[in-house]
């Protein structure tokens, strides 16, 4: 299994960016999809999740209106579309992916994602 995420960069205060996250060896369509962040000195932290079957969204308050992950199941990519930025959102970001039974839970706790792929950056200027 890899997850491969892309899409990072620099970017001004109310600015955009899209991320992207291709997954290989899993059907991400089957799988709980996520998105994670990670500032220096600061823990991982959730930032959105996409159910499996369903595609039922979960955020966290602090991208809510702001972000939006979308999956395509043709192209077995996940994307976390992120509008009106703010330099607090500065940070490494993950996307990650469980294979959970309910196709409607989507979990916001780093260790119950089995998979992850490698960061990209994020960086926000005021």
């Known amino acids: 299994v890899q997850l491969q995420a892309s899409g990072g960069g620099l970017v001004q205060a109310g600015g955009s960016l899209r991320l992207s996250c291709a997954a290989s060896?899993?059907?991400?369509?089957?799988?709980?999809m996520g998105w994670f962040r990670q500032a220096p000195g600061k823990e991982r932290e959730f930032v959105a999740a996409i159910a499996r079957i369903t595609g039922r969204t979960a955020y966290a308050d602090s991208v809510k209106g702001r972000f939006t992950i979308s999956r395509d199941n043709v192209v077995n990519t996940v994307y976390l579309q992120m509008n009106s930025l703010k330099p607090e959102d500065t940070a490494v970001y993950y996307c990650?992916?469980?294979?959970?039974?309910?196709?409607?839970?989507?979990?916001?706790?780093?260790?119950?994602?089995?998979?992850w792929g490698r960061g990209t950056q994020v960086t926000v200027s005021s």
């Open positions: 060896g899993l059907m991400s369509g089957s799988y709980v």
């Open positions: 990650a992916a469980y294979s959970g039974s309910s196709p409607f839970y989507t979990s916001k706790v780093p260790s119950e994602y089995g998979y």
